[in-house]
């Protein structure tokens, strides 16, 4: 298991070589960088990555200087004409246009994220286009976010603070606001990766008394780090008190958690998704929440992407919605933006990356 900070010390020093310049640029030295490898950065990434690529004196590179508002894709068609690497981040589609765009020189492309369904992976295996992606230095950080997002969906805390600042908090109640403890729960895992044992091992303290999971087929190797069972996904739709969503978006998990799961849960169960908006049926998600099939959510993705604000599920005060944050902290950050360097500086040196996509 990777530790952000501990990462981002040994990422600051991989595949930076510093030009070591005194007296300014010669023109023999312009001329020389003028030939460097291209490079697009399509969003204003954290300033660790940023720096390295800087320093490398490897690539000559230019930069979507925003980190408010995504490129605009006719801007980014005309930006990647000619790369010969790309760095970009989740807003971004590269599919065959993009890649048809950038033509042939295009060898290498390095995405800040863990997640790749923003990659049309055929075309740019067509391609032999290399990808480079940042898993397991985000796996506390959203570990940590998936704790705090079920402690507050299933102990109501958003519902609380609401009361206290309008006047609702009023006399004592027996019963007002209760919420559903983890002390002798189940909790499953839909999707038992890093991420999953990672949130099962901030859980344990609770006094959870059984974890479960499903997947494609069993893990027994990391199941017995967190000692969980494996089930089928009936399975563990009956028997989870609360559910947390861990596994990547494929075509086999699109809209997976729908009617038919969230009719065999708890009336008393907690959904929680931190993976991709996209492995959820938000209409199905909206009615077992409405009707009171199960007890609540917690979202930190959702399809789209901003989700509207006149969304159904936003009118609920059992769905606790976050706007994909879940690895948003400035360890973590900072070193996805330095993996996401490395990845693209040592592809383009023809060398292994630290963490490649295997097409």
């Given at each position: 298991m990777w530790c952000s900070r501990t990462v981002l010390r040994r990422l600051q020093r991989i595949a930076v070589?510093?030009?070591?310049?005194?007296?300014?640029?010669?023109?023999?030295?312009?001329?020389?960088?003028?030939?460097?490898?291209?490079?697009?950065?399509?969003?204003?990434?954290?300033?660790?990555?940023?720096?390295?690529?800087?320093?490398?004196?490897?690539?000559?590179?230019?930069?979507?200087?925003?980190?408010?508002?995504?490129?605009?894709?006719?801007?980014?068609?005309?930006?990647?004409?000619?790369?010969?690497?790309?760095?970009?981040?989740?807003?971004?589609?590269?599919?065959?246009?993009?890649?048809?765009?950038?033509?042939?020189?295009?060898?290498?492309?390095?995405?800040?994220?863990?997640?790749?369904?923003?990659?049309?992976?055929?075309?740019?295996?067509?391609?032999?286009?290399?990808?480079?992606?940042?898993?397991?230095?985000?796996?506390?950080?959203?570990?940590?976010?998936?704790?705090?997002?079920?402690?507050?969906?299933?102990?109501?805390?958003?519902?609380?603070?609401?009361?206290?600042?309008?006047?609702?908090?009023?006399?004592?109640?027996?019963?007002?606001?209760?919420?559903?403890?983890?002390?002798?729960?189940?909790?499953?895992i839909l999707g038992l990766g890093r991420i999953g044992v990672a949130i099962a091992e901030r859980l344990a303290p609770f006094k959870v008394k059984k974890f479960i999971y499903t997947d494609v087929a069993p893990r027994p190797e990391l199941a017995s780090i967190i000692n969980a069972e494996y089930v089928s996904l009936d399975e563990l739709a009956k028997q989870s008190d609360f559910l947390t969503v861990c596994c990547a978006l494929t075509p086999e998990t699109k809209e997976i958690c729908n009617k038919d799961l969230f009719s065999k849960m708890k009336n008393t169960s907690i959904f929680i998704n931190t993976s991709r908006g996209g492995v959820v049926n938000q209409e199905d998600l909206y009615e077992a929440l409405s009707t009171g099939q199960i007890a609540g959510a917690g979202l930190d993705v959702t399809v789209p992407e901003p989700l509207p604000t006149n969304h159904p599920l936003f009118t609920l005060k059992n769905c606790v919605i976050l706007p994909h944050i879940a690895s948003a902290s400035y360890s973590t950050r900072n070193a996805m933006s330095a993996l996401a360097a490395n990845n693209l500086l040592l592809g383009l040196r023809g060398e292994p990356m630290i963490k490649e996509l295997k097409l």
């Open positions: 070589t510093p030009l070591n310049i005194t007296g300014g640029l010669t023109s023999n030295m312009q001329r020389e960088m003028s030939t460097l490898p291209r490079v697009y950065v399509t969003r204003q990434i954290p300033p660790e990555g940023l720096k390295i690529l800087r320093e490398s004196g490897q690539v000559q590179f230019q930069l979507w200087d925003s980190d408010d508002i995504p490129v605009p894709r006719q801007e980014l068609l005309e930006k990647v004409k000619g790369v010969d690497g790309l760095l970009c981040v989740l807003t971004e589609k590269i599919d065959a246009e993009l890649l048809e765009a950038a033509g042939p020189n295009l060898k290498v492309l390095s995405t800040m994220s863990v997640g790749f369904d923003h990659l049309s992976l055929e075309e740019l295996k067509k391609r032999g286009i290399r990808v480079g992606y940042t898993p397991d230095v985000l796996t506390d950080a959203v570990a940590e976010l998936t704790v705090a997002l079920l402690l507050t969906t299933s102990r109501r805390l958003i519902e609380a603070t609401h009361e206290a600042k309008t006047g609702g908090w009023g006399t004592w109640r027996t019963l007002w606001l209760c919420g559903y403890e983890l002390a002798n729960s189940t909790v499953g």
